[in-house]
């Protein structure tokens, strides 16, 4: 984590015109920039030959899980089975990766039931979840597809690459109930490298995940999918030859996380969190109605702070408690008087979406609809 | 924050019996905890004499309102006008103090509406939120009471304690639609105290609140309220003579945050994070299913880590990610096989219940109700 935060970028346009009457703190996604995020991904998937099938925990919103379907997602990615059953109920999904291990008996018994509405496949890094999982599935007298979940670095889950996932991978075929039919990592590692060595990170990441790949094949696995999820690597782990699909997720609305890439800006952010000065308690403080509560408590590598001030770039969101964000002013700052509103870019937007029932969608500066955060806190 | 981290408290029992059968990650209380911290407060209050409005963000569940409530509260505090909708609709709450500026013309008639079925305080700290806000309530023909909220040292909101909290409460008093009807401050800087000056920093703040209402008086506003609110402080603000209200809000489920001081122990931590263990991907780490999703990303000043694992003081849950905690356990650690169940208390519960829809109520280790968080995500 040594890389320097970036001078915050200067450019930067509202997407909600002035007077729209919207109640605060709320989130407001702008049409055509969500619209473009998800054919821009779905154009990058394309032109590397690899398939799209994006994790939905960003959005968690079944009309936007069916705008990445209609841009020719293969299907999507979920964690949770929770999640899963609200996009096949709702967004009309019928292919589904759940890149989590699924353990225990109640989240089996719902498993077995989506996998009669589904195509359902499960991410798994431990011969003991095989085996609770692959016991029950057998008892159900059906198979389930598997992908083994790989360690390329990230130290989270996953058996590390090459001999130790090998040998899961091995072990998982044999398990009744089970059929391995790929290999996935999550290169979370690359996430957090400086954007210097991001590429490389990325490349050797992927390059690890189709070594383990092939391995198995030459042991009689019909590994079919190499699959990778990432958004900030996602222009480079699918380039290498061999990986078959990939998994980003924050693309669809971006967050100040991709700043420090210098690729994308806050005009490349389709969500902001609408927020009110309700406050002002000295001059060079401003408090907004917008604390952890809604903009949640994820520190960026792009951006100082709890969020970026759309059109204040020299504004900071030095602390927040759960219902008030306190912003520092530089002198002279305008726009913070008691009443006004301002939009706020999050940190990480997929835990802030997840504090949300609704989306408020917005076009032109106005708001035209507003969709359901259906698949919010289905942590199970 | 100069305060070392206390040991991890070594006695602690399970609340959740092996075999109860619940899906996780979930929210488990344990009822007779809960009453036992409901009833030890409400003795508290009574025995200095002060009235007892306890903020209802830590349980946001009408439930426990009413139990609050049936243990001699005045009625309850909250922070958004949708939390004080639901307590009114839910709980049977006559009586609510939103200890937050309302800002906004979608709040102000929602306000309208609830003033209607309620008695109903708002805590103002600026003139503009006033003039908004009594020409609204004026232009209804009816009165708001309005406490003035003083800044005693947290520098979050409020104006400062003496000549700017007497300039504004007598300029909210002269506001069309206001009537000022007492002061309020919530003394966070005490929670932030080292554990040896929490004491002092807490009468320290009671005292400034006080003299500024003895101003105010002496200037002619009725004050009838001084009100002082913080859990950490609880026991020592409400101390001070002329003092007439407390806020406290966590001491319903208590957290990690508590261990600091001494006082209270896992013992009297109501709530858990009940988890499972999903992967085991090295000797020394264990992954449990509850990551910043559930457990939220608050530090505690009272464990390390992301949250205290009951029975497993020297297990410390190093990282989250949105679905993952990583667990580092100590060699020989037993009871984090895949599968096993283990407890979490939070470092902050108020947040951790704010991502949940329900709460499971045990009793002698069974689950025996489940309670709606029918104010989660309450935002405005």
Request: proline fraction near 6%.
């Amino acid at each position: 984590m040594a890389t320097a935060i970036a001078t915050p970028p200067r450019i930067a346009h509202r997407i909600v015109a002035a007077g729209a009457d919207l109640d605060t703190p709320c989130l407001v996604v702008d049409a055509p920039t969500l619209r473009r995020n998800v054919s821009e991904m779905a154009a990058f998937a394309s032109s590397v030959g690899v398939a799209l099938r994006p994790h939905i925990k960003t959005h968690k919103t079944p009309q936007i899980a069916r705008l990445q379907l209609a841009a020719g997602a293969v299907g999507i990615t979920c964690a949770k089975v929770g999640e899963a059953e609200v996009m096949v109920e709702r967004a009309g999904v019928t292919d589904v990766l759940l890149a989590y291990p699924t353990v225990g008996e109640a989240k089996v018994r719902r498993l077995l039931a989506l996998m009669a509405r589904a195509r359902v496949t499960v991410a798994l890094d431990s011969r003991e979840a095989g085996e609770l999982l692959g016991h029950a599935i057998a008892a159900a007298d059906r198979t389930l597809d598997v992908l083994v979940e790989v360690n390329t670095g990230h130290d989270r889950a996953g058996a590390r690459a090459g001999d130790e996932a090998i040998a899961l991978g091995l072990d998982l075929a044999r398990t009744r109930g089970l059929r391995v039919v790929g290999v996935m990592t999550h290169e979370g590692q690359a996430n957090a490298a400086p954007p210097e060595t991001i590429e490389a990170t990325a490349l050797e990441a992927g390059r690890a995940l189709v070594a383990t790949a092939e391995a198995l094949r030459q042991r009689g696995i019909d590994v079919q999918t190499v699959s990778v999820g990432s958004t900030p690597a996602a222009t480079f782990t699918p380039t290498v030859p061999g990986v078959t699909e990939m998994r980003p997720g924050t693309y669809v609305f971006n967050d100040t996380s991709a700043f420090r890439y210098g690729r994308l800006g806050p005009d490349d952010c389709a969500l902001r969190v609408l927020a009110t000065v309700v406050s002002r308690p000295a001059p060079d403080r401003a408090v907004i109605d917008a604390g952890s509560k809604t903009l949640a408590l994820d520190k960026s590598l792009g951006h100082p702070g709890h969020g970026y001030v759309v059109g204040h770039p020299d504004a900071e969101i030095v602390r927040v408690s759960e219902e008030h964000g306190v912003v520092l002013l530089p002198p002279g700052e305008e726009g913070f008087r008691v009443g006004d509103q301002v939009e706020v870019i999050p940190n990480h937007v997929c835990p802030v979406v997840n504090l949300q029932d609704q989306l408020v969608i917005v076009q032109d500066g106005q708001p035209i609809d507003t969709w359901d955060v259906a698949a919010r806190g289905k942590v199970r």
